[in-house]
């Protein structure tokens, strides 16, 4: 019997009686199987580790050591390796309480070479099946992506051209609009924008996980990126009364990034400012550095998130019950935002003083450079 890598399978016996050991063997080796053996249940673990067998049979009661802590510790640091615990006597409460630390199966002494063998066979069975459930589970998960990813796309251009219709509906007709009509415009706008906006983090969600992404980091200096991010947002500050202070940092050091979706890193974040700040209030972007890291503080002066929420707010879909439409959006902004941070080794802390504002810190690694 082989293993998935093609060659003997691998088995490993932790038992401290030395002819249960000679016994195992014979039978074990005698079908093909390459037998490592061990009379000490630290030893075993060691033994474990560094030769991660394919299945490993293991005593549950050893002297010095405790078969069942053994199987505890194994079943969690190797899932992938089958543990079946040898039981001395015919103890079913113990082989049921292994089997919930992680043994598959159990074996009770006295057994027959036929039984270990047949035990054996079964234990590998279900870890080539386990591990081929595995790869398609995989395979399923990255057709899903790729498939939403070519959707994302196609909808995305479609999507933009409409989005400029209505830019140009509005330049066309201009005074011509009543109220009504324009109302309705604006909100179409907004519908497009979230969609829009979604769509793209998926995008770049997409591009973290094929790997694209970290071909496309490239050193870049924080500072024009926020720039991007404040130029694409002041329209609406200026329509919403809010007012947005920069500090500009031009000698910020580099860091490695992609420009692309660290814009929308910032201006999901500036975007949520203006949501959730009212008339007459403020945002402050601010940059800062030092030996190792650089710093982009936004603040607002807004509502503020309840401290009981702020542990949710990077889950997706949540948002805190806000009382206005306004501030209607998918709740999958900060999900995006924190796994774009992941991806440049970044990290995202924010506090938040309810009625008072909140502050989201971002911080990336300095990029080294000689
Ligand atoms: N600056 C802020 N002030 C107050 N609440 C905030 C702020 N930023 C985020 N929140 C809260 O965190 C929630 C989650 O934010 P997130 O950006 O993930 O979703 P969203 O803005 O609702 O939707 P989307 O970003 O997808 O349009 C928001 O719904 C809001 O309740
Ligand atoms: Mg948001």
Redesign the pocket.
Known sequence: MGDSSGGPASILIIDDEETILDGCRQALEKSGYTVITSSDGHEGVGLARVLKPDLAFIDLKMPGSSGMDIIDMLSREMPDMVLIVITGYASIVSAVEAMKKGAYDYLPKPFTPDQIRAVTKRGLEHRSLKKEAERLREEKERMERSFITFVSHEMRSPLVTVMQYFETLKAIAGSELSDASRDIIERCEKRLQ?LH??IE?WLDLSRIQDGSFSKAQAPLVVTDVVEKSIEELSPLCQRREISLEYTPRQDAPRILGDAESLTRVFS??I???T???PQGGKISVGIDFDEFYVYVRIS?T????PED?LPF??EPF???K?KEER?????????F?KKIMDAHMGKIEVT?KLGE??T?VLTFPRLYEL
């Open positions: 979230a906006d979604l983090h999901n974040i975007g949520n400012s949501k959730h700040t607002d807004g509502e503020g998130i929420k707010i990077f949540f948002r805190v806000g501030q209607r959006g998918s709740g999958l902004g900060l999900t935002v938040s504002g909140t989201f």
